[in-house]
């Protein structure tokens, strides 16, 4: 959803209403179909785009996402826009164009927007590693508006189609599945893709290049295809074919897949990964990666968490990058063991510490003003991930994924916050889940415990001085061992003093690493 404020544009005479930073006033997209063309002689790519959207409210005028032509020569100029084919007015800013119409509350439009350019970013034209030409979406978080008009916020999602016309040398991958491919004259290609779910800017995308493609296989009646470089095919396709073992332990544990089929395709991402719905793209050395089992569980985890359910701003990002994180790592658990999880559950650890050194801030950070690429950080992967395993060990294993897969069916297909997520959880537990969310996600840093102990052989008596050194007090379980039994330390003041019968004095706190907490004094 998008919003503009109320502004006058002299040359138009209209006025806008509504802002960005408040989706969901005016309008709400329904669909796009976006026909593209692309060429090898150059970078300019040629865009006809319908977008079809509902009106919230009332409104005189709608603005959608897209970056304006500069003097460097990058970015989109639109040529016309036009209603039923009926030109309309519109007016083109540095980062939007605005159009003029006559909208009632609850009516449907479409506006058919042509506009070409060189883009800026989003859609990376570029060379492999074999020196071919490729295109490849990379919207993440907010770039699809540097090729595509749109509403480029995650709280808008939308169904989408790409129909792509480009040499015929290329194949092209794109959402959902592929409804027509057709030669054209002049060398060129016509390829037609179409997701039917609603799905956000960030994850709609093409890829464009010469690939060798395999279909490894149906999950669940989910055909599950790759995508890779030609020089690459043998170690990609062998690579690749893990992605059938991890689809069945998410839809077994968390719900059915929401798309109707997965591709993992070899790009040229900016990132290690990018979990576009149903069209997952992965680093051009990923083929040859030794640990592209987690990255693929990683964004094969997002199909769920972050595409489908989709987190409502951005502050609340760990909704999609903790649950990927932690999914992984359940997923490494299933298949490799307990003892697995702990150790990837210590290096999380490590990582989490080392960013609060630099940078203090909670889960749900509201302070990252703009620059959404700082939320890629230890914060919202590994802490988020932290606390998804913590809320584990609270709830207990069944009662944990009854709330997960609550929340994933209440959710899929539409946007959630981190309250949104608490009130699941408490309804399919039925506990009180408000200080956990609060002390973990909207508190910077974590618990510092000094514990001071002492050991009386004569009345083999333990007493244990435990304070709480951060500023916010937390309440957490303290794990326990001592001559081979277990135990558990409510702790919930600044200081307590305790005392217990133990044959030694040899505790080892949290030995089933279960708390995000520094312990000192030991």
């Given at each position: 959803m998008r919003n503009i404020n109320y502004l006058l544009l002299s040359c138009l005479f209209f006025t806008i209403s509504g802002y960005a930073q408040q989706p969901g006033a005016i309008i709400d997209v329904q669909h796009y179909k976006f026909a593209l063309l692309l060429n090898d002689a150059n970078n300019n790519i040629k865009g006809n785009a319908v977008v079809t959207l509902k009106?919230?409210?009332?409104?005189?005028?709608?603005?959608?996402?897209?970056?304006?032509?500069?003097?460097?020569?990058?970015?989109?100029?639109?040529?016309?826009?036009t209603e039923f084919g009926k030109p309309l007015q519109f007016k083109q800013d540095s980062t939007s164009v605005i159009i003029k119409t006559n909208a009632k509350k609850g009516s449907l439009h479409s506006y058919t927007v042509k506009y070409s350019g060189i883009p800026a970013d989003g859609l990376i034209i570029s060379t492999n590693n074999y020196k071919h030409r490729t295109f490849f979406g990379d919207n993440w978080p907010n770039r699809a508006q540097n090729w595509l008009p749109c509403a480029d916020h995650p709280a808008d999602k939308a169904a989408v189609e790409f129909i792509v016309t480009a040499p015929a040398h290329y194949s092209v991958v794109a959402n959902g599945l592929k409804v027509k491919e057709q030669n054209l004259p002049r060398k060129l290609k016509l390829t037609h893709w179409r997701e039917k779910a609603p799905i956000s800017t960030k994850v709609m995308v093409?890829?464009?290049?010469?690939?060798?493609?395999?279909?490894?296989?149906?999950?669940?009646?989910?055909?599950?295809?790759?995508?890779?470089?030609?020089?690459?095919?043998?170690?990609?396709?062998?690579?690749?074919?893990v992605a059938k073992d991890i689809l069945p332990f998410f839809i077994?544990?968390?719900?059915?897949?929401?798309?109707?089929?997965?591709?993992?395709?070899?790009?040229?991402?900016?990132?290690?990964?990018?979990?576009?719905?149903?069209?997952?793209?992965?680093?051009e050395e990923s083929v040859k990666s030794p640990t592209i089992e987690e990255l693929m569980a990683h964004e094969i985890a997002h199909q769920w968490f972050g595409d489908a359910a989709?987190?409502?701003?951005?502050?609340?990002?760990?909704?999609?990058?903790?649950?990927?994180?932690?999914?992984?790592?359940?997923?490494?658990?299933?298949?490799?063991?307990?003892?697995?999880?702990?150790?990837?559950?210590?290096?999380?650890?490590?990582?989490?510490?080392?960013?609060?050194?630099?940078?203090?801030?909670p889960v749900v950070d509201t302070?990252?003003?703009?620059?959404?690429?700082?939320?890629?950080?230890?914060?919202?992967?590994?802490?988020?991930?932290?606390?998804?395993?913590?809320?584990?060990?609270?709830?207990?294993?069944?009662?944990?994924?009854?709330?997960?897969?609550?929340?994933?069916?209440?959710?899929?297909?539409?946007?959630?916050?981190?309250?949104?997520?608490?009130?699941?959880?408490?309804?399919?537990?039925?506990?009180?889940?408000?200080?956990?969310?609060?002390?973990?996600?909207?508190?910077?840093?974590?618990?510092?415990?000094?514990?001071?102990?002492?050991?009386?052989?004569?009345?083999?008596?333990?007493?244990?001085?435990?304070?709480?050194k951060q500023d916010t007090l937390y309440e957490f379980p303290l794990e326990f061992t001592i001559d081979g039994r277990a135990g558990i330390i409510r702790v919930n003041e600044r200081e307590m003093t305790m005392k217990f019968s133990a044959n030694s004095g040899n505790l080892v706190f949290d030995p089933n690493v279960n708390l995000l907490a520094t312990i000192e004094g030991l």
């Open positions: 009106f919230i409210k009332s409104a005189n005028a709608i603005s959608l996402d897209l970056i304006k032509k500069k003097a460097t020569g990058k970015g989109m100029l639109v040529s016309s826009v093409i890829g464009a290049a010469d690939f060798a493609i395999a279909h490894t296989g149906d999950v669940n009646g989910i055909p599950i295809y790759t995508y890779v470089f030609p020089e690459d095919k043998e170690t990609g396709f062998k690579s690749y074919a077994k544990n968390v719900g059915p897949f929401a798309y109707e089929k997965l591709a993992n395709v070899q790009s040229k991402t900016i990132f290690g990964g990018m979990e576009n719905a149903s069209c997952i793209f992965y680093f989709s987190e409502k701003s951005w502050p609340n990002l760990w909704l999609s990058e903790g649950f990927a994180t932690y999914m992984t790592n359940l997923y490494i658990e299933s298949k490799y063991g307990p003892e697995k999880l702990k150790q990837r559950l210590l290096a999380d650890t490590a990582t989490i510490f080392s960013l609060e050194k630099t940078h203090l801030a302070n990252i003003n703009g620059d959404y690429m700082k939320l890629l950080n230890a914060n919202s992967y590994q802490k988020g991930g932290w606390v998804l395993h913590m809320l584990r060990r609270k709830l207990g294993d069944e009662l944990f994924w009854k709330g997960i897969r609550s929340y994933y069916a209440q959710y899929k297909d539409k946007n959630a916050n981190t309250n949104d997520l608490c009130a699941i959880m408490e309804k399919a537990s039925g506990v009180d889940l408000k200080q956990f969310f609060k002390q973990w996600l909207y508190t910077a840093g974590h618990p510092v415990l000094m514990i001071e102990k002492s050991f009386d052989k004569a009345s083999k008596t333990i007493t244990l001085n435990i304070t709480q």
